[in-house]
């Protein structure tokens, strides 16, 4: 409750105003007057009042008027008026100041212990108030905070989503995200009979370059080859780093000759760049395999398409390096003798199993 509430009385009679203050003597009531409401405007923008008692005054404005001026002048929130009729008037008239703002009125003759009741109660009335603000801003900060911690909430899943799914040096996707991907662009390409290409790259010699420059510098050019393949791939390829100094990209609707481009610009790229150290440039290249389903008939699912690119690189490697080998340019019998093995892990799998598998790595 408020200590030592005011009160302003207006009134135009001085001996009015003196009568009704004579009604709050003995109260904690501080009562302050004024004649009219242009001086209590004046009043109620320089200090704080916390009810008004307005007296009716048809020469200056109409009671209404006057109590929602007041209400609308004030500084305060919640100013809580009661208007004063010296006599009984109609209903019309009462029903018109409630209908203005007035939060009260009083006829004829004051009682001082029903002004003071009312006095009161339009004091519990301003409790109330100022404790529905004070929740209303509790619940504000407090729904305030909740969004913004949701906000964190949302940014640090999409910052562990992306984690999850990216490699931490290079940024680029990881092999788990590559696999679930090629997965689906796969079955995409077996069901409407488009083409999809794979591509597995190795930086040649990547041994030498840790052991003579250090992995810092080993890790430099693993993010600068990652900057690479991204800059030769197309928005629609993917591209991920596949463990250690190998790097994958799935070329979706790519046929044989569109994954060789892809895989010849990729190999200059790398055999043109200064990868620096110092002072000087460091000379590297990479061998790059390529697999395309389904020209290359042996591409029954998406591992075993990997598995023909991974061959094809090992070609690459074992031929000198430095080039783009496709699994349809391996001699017939190496072909063959991967067939074998392929027929080999799929037959023993599915004897395990009891059933037919397309996949030689289940």
């Known amino acids: ?116 009741a009312r ?48 490699d931490g040096l290079t940024s680029l996707y990881n092999h788990r995200y590559l696999m679930e991907w090629l997965k689906t662009e796969f079955k995409i390409a077996r069901r409407y009979g488009h083409p999809i290409s794979f591509v597995i790259a190795d930086l040649d010699h990547f041994k030498q370059v840790n052991d003579t420059f250090g992995h810092p510098f080993g890790d430099f050019v693993l993010k600068e080859l990652a ?37 010849d610009r990729f190999n200059r790229a790398v055999a043109e760049r200064c990868f620096e150290k110092g002072a000087s440039c460091v000379d590297l290249t990479i061998s790059v395999g390529v697999a395309t389903y389904p020209l290359d008939a042996e591409a029954t699912s998406p591992e075993v398409l990997v598995y023909l690119a991974d061959q094809a690189l090992l070609q690459a490697k074992a031929t000198g390096r430095n080039k783009v080998v496709a699994w349809h340019e391996l001699d017939l019998d190496l072909r063959a003798q991967v067939r074998q093995q392929l027929s080999g892990r799929t037959s023993a799998a599915a004897s395990s199993s009891g059933g037919t598998l397309n996949s030689p790595f289940v």
């Open 227 to 263: 900057v690479v393949a991204k800059s030769a791939a197309r928005e629609s390829d993917l591209v991920a780093r596949y463990g250690g100094e190998e790097f994958a990209v799935v070329l979706p609707r790519s046929d044989r000759e569109m994954a060789r481009a892809f895989a």
């Open 119 to 166: 006095l009161r109660r339009l004091l519990g009335v301003i409790a109330l108030h100022d404790e529905f603000h004070r929740s209303k801003k509790e619940l504000e900060d407090a729904l305030s905070r909740e969004l913004q911690l949701l906000r964190q909430l949302r940014s640090d899943n999409q910052q562990l989503k992306q984690r999850s799914v990216t």
């Open 1 to 116: 409750m408020i200590l030592h509430p005011k009160v302003l009385i207006i009134s135009p009679e001085e001996q009015r105003a003196q009568f009704i203050e004579k009604h709050l003597e003995g109260t904690d009531f501080q009562v302050v007057q004024t004649p009219d409401v242009l001086s209590a405007m004046a009043m109620l923008k320089a200090e704080h009042v916390d009810i008004v008692l307005l007296d009716d005054n048809p020469r200056e404005f109409f009671i209404s008027d006057a109590a929602r001026i007041l209400k609308c002048v004030s500084p305060q929130d919640y100013l809580p008026v009661m208007c004063l009729f010296p006599k009984p008037v109609e209903a019309s008239l009462r029903s018109e100041v409630l209908a203005a703002g007035a939060d009260d009125y009083l006829m004829g003759d004051l009682e001082p212990i029903e002004l003071q």
